[in-house]
């Protein structure tokens, strides 16, 4: 991949603005998903004491479930995140990473951590 990215287009202030908020993020996330851990942990103690009640057993199983999604989704956000930073020091960051096009700025303020153009994830996704 071309290392003529978006990043050295970028000035030192937005470069610093798209860290920021990637880290931002991340720290947040990293909050979340440690919180859904602690609660789990939590849960899974309340629980030593077994229900004979089969509906009390599908609740606790859904809201595990439920809690199991969170973490894997915040997870798969912050490689995403430790991904685009990655691609901000390299140079690489906005690129597409199918066609090589720049990623539009528009997209890039919604997702900072998008690997693709819009053209491109629409056919990823068709």
Request: proline fraction near 3%; charged fraction near 35%.
């Amino acid at each position: 991949m071309t290392t003529n990215g978006i990043a050295e287009r970028l000035t030192r202030e937005q470069r610093e603005q798209f860290e920021g908020g990637l880290r931002e993020r991340r720290r947040l996330l990293l909050n979340d998903f440690q919180s859904l851990e602690e609660a789990e942990a939590r849960d899974a103690s309340e629980l030593a004491v077994p229900s004979s009640h089969l509906a009390d057993h599908g609740s606790d199983r859904a809201a595990s479930d439920v809690s199991l999604g969170c973490r894997e989704s915040a997870s798969n956000e912050i490689q995403e995140i430790d991904d685009a930073l990655e691609r901000l020091q390299d140079g690489s960051f906005g690129l597409c990473e199918s066609c090589e096009q720049a990623i539009s700025p528009a997209r890039l303020e919604a997702i900072p951590y998008a690997r693709l153009c819009m053209p491109c994830k629409t056919k990823e996704e068709a």
